[in-house]
C-alpha cells in the first residue's frame, strides 16, 4: 500500500522530505483517517492519492482498535454494546456498518 503526500504538505516540518513522494505505508494497524510511514505519522488531509488501498473492505473494530476480513470477525465483535464502534472500510471513506450487521448489507453503498 502506498500513499502520495501533498506537494503543499512540505511546509509541516516533519513532511518536508516526503512531499510530493509515493510512500510506503506500514499495514499492521490501518486507521481510516491517518497512515503510518517509515519516517511520519500522515494525516488524511495531506494525502494526495493511495496504490492498493488494503483496507478496502476489512472491518474496524474501535473498540479494540483493530481490524479484520469479515471471515475474521470475532463473536465478541456482534455483542449489542461493540456492533456501534464497526465499520467497515470503503475507499476514501468508511461506513458505518451499524445496524448493517443484522440485514447482512455489508458491502452495499
Known amino acids: 500500500m502506498k500513499i502520495k503526500i501533498k506537494q503543499t504538505s512540505g511546509w509541516k516540518y ?3 522530505d516526503i512531499a510530493g513522494k509515493w510512500v510506503n505505508v506500514e499495514t499492521d494497524y490501518l486507521f481510516p483517517d491517518q497512515f503510518n510511514t517509515e519516517t511520519a505519522r500522515v494525516m488524511m488531509i495531506d494525502v494526495d492519492g493511495i496504490k492498493d488501498d488494503v483496507r478496502v473492505g476489512r472491518i474496524m473494530d474501535r ?11 470475532p463473536a465478541e465483535c456482534f455483542s449489542e454494546d461493540r456492533r456501534p464502534f464497526l465499520f467497515v472500510f470503503t475507499k476514501f471513506k468508511r ?7 443484522d440485514e447482512k448489507r455489508l458491502f452495499k453503498n
Open 14 to 16: 516533519h513532511l518536508k
Open 63 to 73: 473498540w479494540a482498535n483493530k481490524n479484520y476480513a469479515l471471515s475474521e470477525l
Open 95 to 101: 461506513k458505518e456498518i451499524y445496524p448493517a450487521l
